[in-house]
């Protein structure tokens, strides 16, 4: 790896001070200072109420050792003078008061001079006051802002409309008393209360003593005001796209509007410019985001290299576009968007983007008007998929849901789902089709505080009308699978489901209690042939113990497999004297009495399931302390005779800033191909072996200024890293920086059975009081391709 000069690192550091706002704040929403308290330990405070009236009307106090009046118009304090008028004290050796001019009252003061009010204390050896509208000023000064970082000194310190803080000759600097590390230098500063802004002329920013920046005007912020301007820079390099450099400017166009431009220099592959706008009304808020990368040269290079792991596309352009609103039109109306698109496949693997990730496998363009009262639920959606790896993926265009409840009938509930679906395909010969279901129930409950019986009886009944299907049934006739054009189905469908809950004290642990619960459910739908009808939206769900007392054993509509079955588990939790549940356990299986079946041919489960105890599933949850938290989950599949889907989660959590969390997860890859069969027809061809990763993610504080954070995901069948990364932050009152290095896995060579890694160093500089820093550890922990999640909520 090259090393970075000194120089752009340099330019990074200053490039900083432009920060005019912090890129993760909500609109409409406030900020919470993340400044730490042990900064602010020598920072002055006004802890007294703040005097909201006009100051300027209020009585003066005023204590001294000594009086004299040498005339009725002039007046002169000595001796530990001290002056009070609502929000302002003045502490000098020598107050004089001229009143000659009735326009021009002034107070004169001498030696050892502190001013302070809720905004600023400044200290000097002279100053005057204006007394009648109490514009003072104060030479030479040191001054320090009140109940924050920020301080400097002055030839003159001026003090204006109890709003303005003008320094000549002056100095500012976030870092505490004692820190020199930075500070700008200005012929004229000033600081805006109101608007939390400071404005410098001629200003040279210096690390220690050295001036390494030079502008004629500057402004920084000094609050939680959102204000147009440029924020803290991104520096980054990394293997593939070697230097990263991005620059974004921040312009608040109203209170409610706001957008984001960032230009970013890739060094390999060009200028990518990033757009987002934010808006925030009555009706409702949502983001507009754009980016565009012009001749990506470097995409080029690797379409030319491509494995067969990853598919490129014919182009040079690259580009995003992001979506997302949420917006009541009306009481009972709403329009919902969330649409994400990007020029290639490879796009979030080479540029990353907040707004997705490309371990989803595909990315959605979703819409959704919807109308809802106390009876009816209605939705009209269009939803498009962009596939990366894979191309049969089909879409709704449209989807009508209408669902209609009345539960007006005594002790019945009825209820009524329907659904018009239209199904396309992106791959052209693939069978097309409309589908029309309704589904109505009536249900019955009786529960008490111990226990809970309810049983629902309905039926199913769907029309199909195929289309295309010509190629498709010539393809699979050797398999004896053949569509229909049109397609009539009706199946009733009949369950009873049981709850009862036991409790008791635990006699060898004192103030705990303990529950049972026992759970049985029967299910009842008869079989019928579905083969005719292609899988445009089913795929088989998981059964982890929620699982286990499903209806369907698939989701969506095309696949409504024969259920005859008795679900039956218990769960037992225990609880401490406060009520807080401090472990779990529940296991349970599925019992077939008849064979579940959907009539497909060559579907897995229909040729391996059978009747009798098909599928186990447990899930465990472990408070062992306040900072220790264990959970895990198995699940074993008679259909594949294995452990199909296990998983396990260890996490120590002690304070905000440590984290030490162990994960491992299993997949069977039969199950895999079974649940996902679009694997079958996609390149992949399936998958060759389980999947079987382990790894570790960390986050702990070395010393009271340098903390380390890191993850390692390792995958123990193929033997290889399959994402990990280090970072080192330091962080002190006054400054700070974080470097981060990272490998993830980018690419998979099938032929030479080779593995495609991106490493990436990425460096950030921050210069604390100036806006609201940003929250740097959880930053860092999400810095990988696996992003961390909590176990603790």
């Known amino acids: 790896m090259k090393k970075l000069p000194l120089s752009r690192i340099a330019i990074a550091v200053t490039f900083s001070l432009y920060n005019c706002s912090n890129q993760s704040y909500a609109i409409g929403l406030s900020q919470n200072d993340a400044t730490n308290p042990q900064c602010l330990i020598d920072v002055p405070r006004f802890d007294r109420p703040i005097v909201r009236e006009d100051i300027n009307q209020l009585p003066i106090n005023t204590e001294a050792d000594e009086f004299e009046t040498v005339r009725t118009n002039l007046a002169t304090y000595t001796g530990h003078v001290n002056v009070t008028q609502g929000n302002r004290t003045v502490l000098s050796d020598k107050v004089t008061i001229d009143s000659n001019d009735a326009n021009n009252r002034m107070a004169i003061l001498d030696g050892n001079i502190t001013y302070q009010d809720n905004l600023i204390q400044a200290k000097g050896d002279h100053a005057l006051i204006?007394?009648?509208?109490?514009?003072?000023?104060?030479?030479?000064?040191?001054?320090?802002?009140?109940?924050?970082?920020?301080?400097?000194?002055?030839?003159?310190?001026?003090?204006?409309?109890?709003?303005?803080?003008?320094?000549k000759n002056g100095s500012y600097t976030s870092c505490p008393i004692g820190d020199n590390a930075w500070n700008i230098k200005g012929s004229t500063i000033i600081h805006d209360n109101e608007e939390q802004l400071l404005e410098i002329w001629n200003a040279v920013f210096r690390i220690k003593k050295v001036p390494v920046l030079y502008s004629p005007y500057l402004q920084l912020p000094t609050g939680n005001k959102r204000r147009s301007g440029l924020l803290i820079p991104n520096f980054g390099y990394d293997s593939v796209d070697g230097i990263d450099f991005s620059l974004p400017y921040y312009w608040n166009i109203a209170p409610n509007y706001d957008a984001t431009i960032t230009p970013r220099i890739l060094q390999h592959r060009g200028v990518q410019l990033q757009t987002e706008f934010r808006y925030l009304n009555q009706l409702g808020l949502g983001t507009f985001s754009f980016d565009w990368l012009q001749h990506d040269s470097q995409y080029s290079e690797d379409r030319k290299k491509a494995t067969n792991g990853n598919k490129y596309d014919n182009n040079r352009n690259r580009w995003l576009f992001y979506w997302k609103n949420d917006e009541l039109i009306n009481y009972n109306w709403r329009f919902i968007a969330d649409v994400t698109r990007v020029s290639d496949n490879q796009y979030l693997t080479d540029l990353n983007s907040k707004y997705a990730s490309q371990t989803a496998g595909y990315l959605t363009q979703y819409y959704k008007v919807a109308y809802n009262d106390e009876n009816w639920d209605i939705a009209l959606g269009y939803k498009h998929f962009q596939p990366f790896h894979y191309d049969?993926?089909?879409?709704?265009?449209?989807?009508?849901?209408?669902?209609?409840?009345?539960?007006?009938?005594?002790?019945?509930?009825?209820?009524?789902?329907?659904q018009l679906s239209h199904f396309i395909n992106s791959t052209e010969n693939e069978p097309e089709a409309w589908r029309a279901h309704i589904e109505p129930t009536v249900s019955y409950t009786a529960n008490n505080s111990w226990a809970n019986l309810s049983t629902e009886t309905g039926f199913m009944a769907t029309h199909y009308n195929q289309k295309n299907i010509f190629k498709y049934n010539k393809e699979h006739e050797s398999q004896g699978v053949r569509l229909d054009r049109n397609v009539n189905r009706f199946i009733p469908k009949f369950n009873i489901d049981g709850k009862v809950i036991f409790e008791r004290d635990v006699d060898l642990i004192d103030g705990y209690s303990q529950t049972l619960e026992p759970r049985v459910k029967y299910t009842y739908i008869p079989y019928r042939n579905q083969s005719n009808i292609r899988s445009y939206d089913s795929t088989l769900l998981q059964a982890d113990y929620i699982g286990l007392f499903r209806d369907l054993t698939y989701s969506g509509l095309d696949r409504i497999a024969s259920t005859n079955k008795l679900a039956s588990g218990v769960t037992t939790r225990f609880y401490n004297s406060n009520k807080i549940e401090k472990f779990n356990m529940s296991i349970g299986q599925i019992t077939y009495f008849t064979k579940s079946k959907t009539g497909d041919h060559n579907n897995d489960l229909d040729k391996n399931s059978d009747t009798g105890s098909v599928t186990w599933a447990t899930d465990n949850f472990w408070r062992i302390s306040d900072d220790i938290i264990f959970r895990s989950g198995l699940q074993y599949d008679t259909r594949i005779d294995a452990i199909s889907l296990a998983n396990t989660t260890f996490e120590f959590r002690p304070s905000s800033d440590k984290l030490i969390q162990l994960s491992y997860r299993y997949a069977n890859r039969d199950y895999i191909d079974t649940v996902d069969d679009r694997y079958k027809y996609s390149a992949y061809k399936g998958y060759k072996q389980d999947l079987s990763q382990a790894g570790i993610m960390a986050s702990w504080p070395l010393s009271e200024k340098f903390s380390a954070v890191g993850s390692y995901y390792y995958d123990m069948k193929q033997k290889q890293i399959s994402d990990g990364f280090i970072g080192i932050n330091y962080n002190d009152c006054c400054w700070g920086v974080t470097v981060q290095y990272g490998r993830k896995l980018i690419d998979w060579d099938n032929m030479a059975q080779i593995s495609k890694y991106k490493n990436k160093l990425s460096i950030i500089f921050e210069l604390k009081g100036l806006g609201i820093n940003r929250d740097t550890k959880a930053k860092m922990l999400n810095y990988g391709k696996l992003p961390y999640t909590t176990t603790f909520e």
Do not use: C
């Open 392 to 418: 049969i993926l089909y879409q709704t265009q449209p989807q009508l849901d209408i669902n209609y409840y009345n539960y007006e009938l005594g002790p019945l509930k009825f209820k009524t789902f329907s």
């Open 130 to 167: 204006n007394l009648n509208n109490y514009d003072s000023s104060m030479n030479p000064s040191e001054y320090h802002l009140v109940n924050k970082l920020g301080r400097g000194d002055a030839d003159e310190v001026k003090l204006e409309k109890n709003r303005y803080i003008i320094l």
